[in-house]
């Protein structure tokens, strides 16, 4: 795959596919412009090595109207703040205007259009509307992972009008980290799992179980392995029709020789009511004796110092899912303990998945993180070994 790095796009018009879908307040604000942030490097290297750069994105799911409240207008402005340049923004993403302003653009100059999803034929990847998309550039770059393992008009379709097709810096890092830096990994590589269910993850545990030297499961996922090695899981959040997918992960770990540990012992707690954050009686017990009436909210102190013993000894570590039920106090320790246990290893660290990365925010050492995936469902999907349509649409 290409970079922006590898072609000259000094004075020509580029079409920049960005990830801009970002939370607005009721006000029309931007609330949280990581997303801006983090596309900056690109349009930067861009502009100032000559380019005519022309923004895409999407905001939202519009489904495919024209709508106020998914207009991407509130971020042109929080982009000029953080680029220190006026852009200009067009009210739509195709059409003659678009066409006339993209003609007068001058070299470093940035525009913005209007969110792509207002036109059906972004989802349907319609040929027609990517030819129309695709007209007012002359080359591409792709910034926008979170969308990579979608086939739309402005990931793929586009790509069959316009020359060359590279990927931005955004890309390119998350191919590195959750590419070549997993798949020839330094060793021994651990994988921390977790969250809320085994269904979830199952496909990206059965590829990584052909890639890891050792697994640690936590979060209620454990218990539905627990619950298929024939332990008592009390009342925890068990996926009764998984077993069978337990048992099998199960298996394939001992033929592959990666050593799978889950939890010795677990805060456990006799209620929780998500909806007022609170848990009744929290206590510790250990595995195999979890009572009637309780349910597993946490890894517990053992397994913390487990599973920290092993994330000191690797030298990458992937973790996607938290240990517990992170959101209420008092079950928040063990994936804490990750985010500290991660940050004090040596290990390349590689951190994926909304809920992870929000865990290791609020735990404070996500400055420690080597990488931190943003791509939700396409970073599965990459991890998974899915040829994202996105990147294979790009020049070889
Ligand atoms: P990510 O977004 O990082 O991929 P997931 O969405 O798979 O993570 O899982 C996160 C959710 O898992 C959190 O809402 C958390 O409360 C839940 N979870 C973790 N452990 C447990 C548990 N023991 N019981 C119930 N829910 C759990
Ligand atoms: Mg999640």
């Not at 997993?182 to 651990?190: D, G, V, W, Y």
């Not at 545990?205 to 090695?229: Q, R, W």
Request: net charge neutral.
């Amino acid at each position: 795959m290409k970079t922006i790095k590898d072609v000259s796009l000094s004075g020509r018009r580029v079409l920049v596919r960005v990830d801009f879908n970002v939370p607005l307040n009721e006000r029309g604000e931007v609330v949280d412009k990581t997303r801006i942030t983090a596309a900056l490097p690109t349009i930067q290297y861009l502009t100032q090595n000559g380019a005519r750069v022309i923004l895409v994105s999407h905001l939202g799911r519009p489904k495919g109207e024209k709508n106020p409240k998914y207009s991407l207008k509130p971020v042109a402005k929080a982009l000029e703040a953080l680029l220190g340049q006026s852009i200009l923004f067009c009210e739509d993403c195709l059409g003659e205007d678009v066409k006339k302003t993209a003609e007068n653009l001058r070299d470093g100059e940035v525009i913005l259009l209007e969110n792509v999803r207002f036109y059906k034929g972004e989802t349907d990847n319609d040929p027609a509307f990517a030819r129309s998309l695709a007209s007012c550039a002359e080359a591409y770059v792709n910034d926008a992972f979170g969308t990579a393992h979608r086939a739309h008009a402005s990931t793929v379709g586009v790509t069959s009008y316009l020359s060359p097709c590279v990927a931005g810096f955004l890309i390119e890092k998350e191919i590195t980290y959750l590419g070549d830096k997993i798949s020839h990994p330094q060793r021994p590589l651990t994988v921390i799992l977790g969250g809320a269910k085994v269904s979830d993850k199952i496909s990206v545990i059965d590829a990584l179980l052909e890639k890891a030297d050792c697994m640690l499961i936590g979060g209620a996922m454990a218990y539905t392995f627990s619950a298929a090695l024939g332990h008592p899981t009390g009342d925890s959040l068990v996926e009764r029709d998984k077993l069978d997918v337990a048992s099998r992960a199960l298996a394939k770990a001992k033929k592959k020789n990666v050593e799978i540990l889950f939890p010795v012992d677990h805060v456990v707690s006799s209620a929780v009511d998500f909806s007022s954050r609170s848990v009744g009686e929290l206590k510790v017990v250990q595995e195999g004796e979890m009572p009637d009436g309780f349910g597993g909210v946490d890894i517990g102190p053992r397994t913390i110092e487990l599973f920290t013993q092993r994330i000191a000894n690797s030298k990458t570590v992937l973790w996607n899912g938290p240990m517990g039920i992170f959101e209420i106090p008092g079950c928040d320790q063990g994936t804490f303990a990750m985010a500290k246990a991660i940050a004090e290893s040596p290990a390349i660290s590689i951190v994926g998945g909304g809920d992870s990365i929000s865990a290791i925010q609020k735990s404070g050492y996500a400055s420690k993180v080597s990488f931190m995936s943003t791509g939700g469902g396409a970073s599965l999907e990459y991890l998974e070994g899915k040829v994202l349509p996105g990147i294979a649409a790009m020049d070889a």
